[in-house]
């Protein structure tokens, strides 16, 4: 069974009800907090999508924040003939922004970050690895 949207719990004249995906970090805790023009709701990075109620005739400011130290912080100004469906993405690396737009139009921040500290990870493992078997050599 389908729960209803978050409601608004603002002053308002008519309202609309937006989907917002949830694509969350890579590094991420169990929870975040989505913010519709400044209330917060808690929710868990595993929910996939919500439902939000939000005004129909001005712009809202949404955001989503991780509660830990790997936020993955991102805001959108939704304008009142702007899309029903958002999407939130994610960073690849926790020191990278998240994103939030239109579903399919974005790219997940921090991959080259993360791919370039994962093969000075793989080097410095086999640089050990080499030392390792030059002094075991030695030894022998």
Do not use: N
């Given at each position: 069974?389908?729960?209803?949207?978050?409601?608004?719990?603002?002053?308002?004249?008519?309202?609309?009800?937006?989907?917002?995906?949830?694509?969350?970090?890579?590094?991420?805790?169990?929870?975040?907090?989505?913010?519709?023009?400044?209330?917060?709701?808690?929710?868990?990075?595993?929910?996939?999508?919500?439902?939000?109620?939000?005004?129909?005739?001005?712009?809202?400011?949404?955001?989503?924040?991780?509660?830990?130290?790997?936020?993955?912080?991102?805001?959108?100004?939704?304008?009142?003939?702007?899309?029903?469906?958002?999407?939130?993405?994610?960073?690849?690396?926790?020191?990278?922004?998240?994103?939030?737009?239109?579903?399919?139009?974005?790219?997940?921040?921090?991959?080259?970050?993360?791919a370039g500290l994962l093969v000075?990870?793989?080097?410095?493992?086999?640089?050990?690895?080499?030392?390792?078997?030059?002094?075991?050599?030695?030894?022998?």
């Amino acid at each position: 069974m389908e729960s209803g949207p978050i409601p608004y719990r603002l002053e308002h004249g008519p309202l609309r009800v937006i989907t917002l995906h949830v694509r969350p970090p890579h590094v991420r805790e169990s929870s975040a907090t989505v913010g519709v023009d400044g209330m917060q709701h808690p929710i868990p990075w595993d929910i996939g999508s919500l439902r939000l109620e939000v005004p129909a005739d001005r712009p809202v400011s949404l955001s989503i924040v991780g509660t830990g130290r790997y936020a993955g912080a991102a805001t959108y100004v939704l304008e009142p003939d702007g899309p029903d469906e958002l999407e939130y993405l994610g960073p690849a690396h926790p020191s990278q922004a998240g994103l939030i737009g239109v579903p399919g139009t974005m790219t997940r921040q921090g991959k080259g970050l993360q791919a370039g500290l994962l093969v000075a990870l793989a080097i410095a493992c086999l640089v050990f690895l080499g030392i390792m078997i030059l002094f075991a050599s030695w030894l022998i």
